[in-house]
């Protein structure tokens, strides 16, 4: 059974500062997605990583996948407060399209 | 327009009622879902259906049953609703074949069951 684990769950930082979430899988997969949830809202995708080596940026925020060591991260670029969210990272099997979450890494940026 | 909708978006009910939440996609995929989200913000699959046809199967209490009447509706009937249904449920959908296809959800529906 595929697991997906983020760390760190709880990740409280200041404005300016750079930080990773990092996003470990146990099974080889073709499609690796991050999101981010707002309290009370639905999820928004932010990346879709389908390769080895991809990166894909967005703002003050960095994907990347390595499905060798199975491991993608998000990095933080000199956070603001607007980053404040919890962020998701899934993962798919092309055998089942089961999308598999972690759970979750609740973000603070505090001013 | 919204591209996954569903309705309720609040929902209150006492145990022991049957409720269903009806979820609508607009984007022309072929594939829908539907999630649970606990007190815990853990997300997890309960079914998932590729142009009408049943894919996905969690180990999800029988009295759960989707019904996907065409490609663009996904619904989801819950029988003698229990205090542990509680959750938020989302809807999903997405284009299974083809690359880098996003997958996106609805708003959610919030189920009380008191």
């Known amino acids: 059974e595929l697991k997906v684990e983020q760390n760190p769950l709880f990740l409280s930082m200041q404005e300016g500062k750079n930080y990773t979430i990092y996003c470990n899988y146990s099974t080889t997969s073709d499609r690796l997605y991050w999101y981010r949830q707002d309290p009370g809202k639905s999820l928004e995708s932010l990346f879709v990583l389908l390769s080895n080596g991809a990166v894909k940026q967005e703002g003050r925020l960095m994907a990347s996948l390595d499905t060798k060591a199975r491991l993608s991260t998000l990095h933080i670029t000199a956070a603001v407060h607007d980053l404040s969210a919890t962020y998701f990272c899934a993962v798919m099997l092309s055998s089942n399209y089961k999308l598999t979450f972690g759970k979750g890494t609740l973000l603070t940026v505090n001013p | 327009d919204t591209a996954v909708s569903q309705t309720p978006k609040y929902l209150v009910t006492q145990m022991g009622n049957d409720k269903s939440i009806k979820c609508e996609q607009n984007l022309g995929h072929d594939t829908m879902y539907w999630y649970k989200q606990d007190s815990k913000k853990f997300l997890k699959i309960m079914f998932s259906y590729n142009n009408k046809e049943l894919i996905i199967n969690e180990t999800v209490p029988n009295r759960f049953s989707p019904k996907s009447p065409d490609k663009a509706h996904l619904n989801l009937h819950i029988n003698s609703l229990e205090l542990g249904d509680s959750a938020v449920y989302f809807c999903?959908?997405?284009?299974?074949?083809?690359?880098?296809?996003?997958?996106?959800f609805g708003e959610g529906s919030w189920l009380t069951v008191v």
């Open positions: 999903a959908s997405s284009r299974i074949q083809g690359t880098g296809n996003t997958i996106y």
